[in-house]
């Protein structure tokens, strides 16, 4: 298992999710990870809530860091995502909890929900994702 300063240095790469949208890894283990989202101005659409596409993004950075620890041996890559809208959100703190639910020999399924900084359930996601690369086998 990697530590939490590998993680966060492998992902560091994904430059959309850390630099453009600003998701911090806080947490990850084996099919798990936290991340955060500290909301600012270039978050909000036109009617002054946080875009969707914002919660999405959080939602596919979770779940990847949740698959992706051993990313010396494995690599997945998302294959289907949906996602519920459940709350509006203006400014404050997202955070997104990612759980795998099922790994198959080739597909996983994972869920993520994110919530506000008081913990309230804002969105949440189903995704699936497709093993690309087993060094093992």
Known sequence: MKTLEEIKEYFSHDKYA????????LEASEGYSK???????????????VMGGVY??????ASAVALNQEFDDKLYCALTGNIDYISSVQDGVLYAEARILKEGRKITFSEVNITDEDGKLVARTGLSSYKVMDRKQ
Not at 18 to 25: R, S, V
Not at 35 to 49: D, F, Q, S
Not at 56 to 61: K, P, Q
């Open 35 to 49: 991340v955060r989202l500290v909301i600012n101005e270039k978050h909000i659409n036109g009617a002054g809530y």
């Open 18 to 25: 850390t630099q453009a949208t600003g998701a911090e890894i």
């Open 56 to 61: 999405f993004t959080l939602a596919d950075f």
